[in-house]
């Protein structure tokens, strides 16, 4: 017995030692580090994003899902109306999502990886199930599928399920083909697979035998420069014995390679398939239809609308009523009502069509997924509406400016470029946002002193100066200057304005060019700075068996200018065939510095480049490798111009990376955007943690940083524009204050919001509508540990030391941010028959310094923070006294109003009680001029009584940002004058009452108090 308790107490000493020991950046997790800090998210969604795949519900028409390119899977229960999502914490890159068809309110299935193949994809990292209709997920197998193109549970068992996996996009993968479970996801068989460049495209199952599938093989590669589609090894199978064996249904097929195909069956009849067909010979590509299950084939349909970019649009669908009415993915959508001999756009709606369901109720509804987001249709697709609350926008760059609110300016994949403010009255609307070009939109850049904003579309093709002011739009790309100059711009053509000289404007093609004049002239003050590898530039064949030369793989190309912000001489440059090039001397001169860069693989993408604001040699290069198959994260960090390279990723680091941002304040706080979050370290790389409150899992393409208001944000690619707010307190974390028990961290001043507005009332109602900055005080500290026994509270005490208002802490460990919205609480109103609505005001305090009190146990930490008033506001200090002189004259005299109605209303009772007619005639006269006693709060209004008339005046003084009016005076001593008289007639009437009976009376303290 004497040794088990010599046992328990060394457990319970050393447990004592665990939880006291020291904290560091490496042992902390950033969910409890973070703590309070919170992304928000202002979209836009009126351009909305691309959706890769929809589902409907087997039995409920109102449930719907889409799976978005780059944003998540999002949900509708109300028939499309709106979507929510539901996959946040996970991979944003969506191939597939598939209901169990046994059980569809509960378990659901998602395939990541997109499949749409284009350049910009992201990627996917397995197959998720969840089982409580989405609310929670597990990851159950296919870590390395990237992209999976079907998910198809047997109607008869839902512990047989079957995975179309295509496979990597940009190099050999064995995890490609069609697999099989037979219990529920545990374990996997692969039934068909062909070689490492050829994956399952689509998949398909007999509606009436689950036996009997089709499968759409296809081989395709995609390079940094090249595309190719198609080759001997793509195929459509078939199986009728649930997989074991397959076999080719090509006859009628086009001879010859073949490259992507789709397949559909008719629900009403799987005797009916389609097919359609990227084949050598253009006049045999296009819509085949086999009427004897895949027997013989005929080719119906070779239209533009059929055939075009069959890696970018294959899917077929088939009205689950109606075996000839068939609608095919496209440029515009294509629909048949004849079985496929002839076709019609679909309506109005975003361009490029990638997939299509039909109500199980109504075939005439229809939801359709774009490269805009999501449609519906309720006649058969002849009209179309856009689904309004899909924040799936996505950005290639964004930057701010220094307006109050700071704007956003970015540019979309196929929806333009925008800007639009980061905050705004009643939430960031769709109507807040601008348009500055079409196209694919990329960088977006506003110059540092004019209202002149430069933006282009895809490589370059255009470049605009727009002055925002006068709406003047002016085309500035560089152009060749001599005959047999071809420039080489990449597709997302890097551009940069100088933080030196404000009208410097440099681009990027091989070369880099520099204008001193806003793009007006231009200059070129490089050699070719890439590897110039002609194997890289014959773009003119990319595409395979369908061309596809879009300007999407142009290569060698320059993708990332840096000046440094404090020398003007020295100019970084990356290029994406993995060089990265500097200048000390304003261009006459480069040195290329990728060789002293080690354990970096040879032409790795230079996705960006930092330039210090701390030391002009000091620079952040990122890589991407993704396009060669690599998607190993690398960020490098010199201090030397190049001349050494220090790697600062560590194994926290989780996807491949696209970007970097340095703090302006501590140069160990870094920002590191990456294709599956936001991940941050304090020390300079040694620790990364990833930010995940009410951050998704999203490709983050770009990062900036606001110095007024110490905002991130962030370009994410398929979830519009998120903001972390004020990362401030990151710059204070160290292991000093990791290991303090209460740290309050620094807080600006800050200013009083005296605006109000009347926007964001109406309109929004199904629109995705992002919040605004808050307007209040953050009071931000760091909790060493969960506060969970003992009194815990805060109060704000003015330059006085009185108490003006009390707010309950957060108790968690890590960051926790407390706000103050400046105002006292609302005024005690008295007690009246109706509302009384100018009460609900509540006044604000004073600016000031102020003082935060925390009380944690026996232990009191307090921390001063300022309020101060807007520069910009006209109001002298004369003003301002006379506004809260009044404000607070009107508030002591609503409370002492209150009161004197709650003395009158005890009279009453007594009285009553006690029968005395003559004082209750004299009571209830008195308190019909005090308070209105009949009406209600609508159309049987009553005349306002002095309650009303103060509470009124009390609001209109309180909430207006300017002094009273000589109006509001004089309307203040008339009130003042009545309710004396009331106080003095009721004065009289009470003194004799109590000369009568007695009556508890409380104080006027303890009536505040109730």
Known sequence: MKGKYIVSLAFLMLAGLFVNAQQTLASIKGKQLFGDLKARHIGPALMSGRINDMAVHPTNSRIIYAGSAGGGVWKSSDAGVSFNPIFDDYCQSIGSVALDPNDPDNTIYVGTGETWTRNSVSVGDGLYKSVD???????????????????????????????????????????????????????????????????????????????????????????????????????????????????????GFPEGKLGRLAIAIAPSNSNVLYTVIEAEKDERKGLYRSDDAGESWKQLNNDFGITVRPFYFSRIVVDPRDEDVVVKGGLFGSISRDGGKTFKNLGNMHADIHDIVFSIKDSDIMYVGTDGGVYRSWDGGNTMEIVQNMPLSQFYHISIDDAEPYNVYGGLQDNGSWWGPSSSP?????????????????????????????????????????????????????????????????????????????????????????????GETWEII??????????????????????????????????????????????????????????????????NTIANIQGLPQNTWCYHIEASTFDSGTAYAVFDGHTQNDKTPYAYKTTD???????????????????????????????????????????????????????????????????????????????????????????????????????????????????????????????????????????????????????????????????????????????????????????????????????????????????????????????????????????????????????????????????????????????????????????????????????????????PQLREKMANLYSKVAASYDAPTPDDLQNLMVISERFSQAREDFTKIKNKYLKKQTVELKSFEDFLKD
């Open 133 to 251: 209709g989405g609310a929670n997920w597990a990851k159950i197998g296919f870590e390395n599928s990237e992209r999976i193109a079907n998910i198809i549970v047997n109607p008869e068992n839902s512990k047989e399920i079957y995975v179309g996996v295509l496979g990597a996009l940009w190099g050999d993968s064995e995890e490609r083909g069609v697999f099989k479970t037979t219990d529920g996801g545990e374990t996997w068989e692969k039934l068909l697979y062909i070689n490492a460049k050829t994956g399952c495209a689509d998949l398909a199952m007999d509606p009436k035998n689950p036996n009997v599938m089709y499968a759409s093989m296809w081989e395709f590669r995609r390079t940094g420069w090249s595309f190719d589609s198609g080759g001997e090894n793509s195929a459509l199978y078939k199986t009728t014995d649930g997989g074991k064996t397959w076999n080719k249904i090509h006859n």
């Open 426 to 518: 009643g939430g960031v609307e769709a109507r807040d946002w601008n348009s500055l070009g079409f196209g694919d939109g990329f960088r977006v850049l506003k110059h540092p002193t004019k209202s002149i904003v430069y933006s282009e579309m895809q490589g370059a093709q255009n470049v605009w100066r727009i002055d925002t002011e006068k709406n003047l739009v002016k085309t500035i790309q560089p152009l060749p200057t001599e005959e047999k100059q071809k420039l080489r711009f990449n597709w997302n053509a890097p551009m940069a304005v100088s933080k030196n000289q404000p009208d410097r404007f440099y681009m990027g093609s091989q070369f880099l060019h520099k204008s001193e004049d806003m």
């Open 526 to 591: 490089s050699p070719d700075l890439t590897t110039n590898d002609p194997a890289k530039q014959n773009q003119e064949d990319s595409g395979g068996l369908s061309t596809d030369n879009s300007g999407a793989e142009n290569h060698t190309t320059i993708f990332t200018i840096a000046e440094s912000p404090l020398n003007e001489n020295v100019i970084w440059v990356g290029t994406d065939d993995g060089n990265v090039q500097v200048t000390q001397d304003g261009g006459k001169t480069w040195t």
């Open 641 to 943: 111009y190049g001349k050494t390279w220090t790697n600062i990723i560590t194994d926290d680091v989780y996807g491949f990376a696209r970007n970097i941002q340095e703090d302006y304040v501590n140069p160990d706080l870094l920002f590191l955007g990456t294709e599956f979050g936001l991940y941050i370290t304090m020390d300079g790389g040694k620790n990364w943690k990833k930010f995940t409150n009410n951050m998704p899992s999203v490709a983050v393409h770009f990062i900036d940083l606001h110095k007024g208001t110490n905002d991130l944000v962030m370009g994410t690619h398929g979830r519009g524009v998120i903001i972390l707010d004020d990362i401030s307190p990151l710059r204070e974390i160290n292991e000093e204050v990791l290991n303090t028990t209460l740290h309050f961290f620094d807080t600006q001043p800050t200013v009083i919001d005296e605006t109000s507005t009347f926007s964001g009332n109406f309109g929004t109602e199904t629109e995705f509508k992002g919040s605004s900055r808050s307007n209040n005080v953050r009071l931000t500290y760091f909790l060493k540990k969960r506060h969970t026994f003992g009194k815990m509270g805060m109060e704000i005490k003015n330059d006085q030391g009185k108490v003006v208002a009390t707010i309950p802490p957060g108790k968690s460990k890590g960051v926790n941010i407390v706000e103050w919205n400046y105002k006292l609480k609302q005024p005690k109103i008295a007690t009246g028959k109706t509302f009384s609505f100018g009460g609900f005001t509540a006044p604000q305090v004073p600016a000031g310094t102020y003082t935060a009190v925390m009380t944690k146990g026996k232990q009191t930490f307090e921390h001063n923070f300022e309020l101060v008033y807007d520069s910009k506001s006209k109001l002298s200090v004369k003003d301002r006294d006379d506004k809260n002189g009044t404000t607070m004259k009107l508030y002591d005299m609503t409370q002492d109003l209150a009161f004197l109605v709650y003395e009158v209303d005890q009279l009453l009772a007594s009285a009553e009680e006690n029968r005395d007619k003559k004082t209750l005639a004299k009571l209830n006269e008195l308190k019909e001029t005090l308070v209105i006693t009949t009406g209600d709060n609508y159309v049987g209004s009553a005349e």
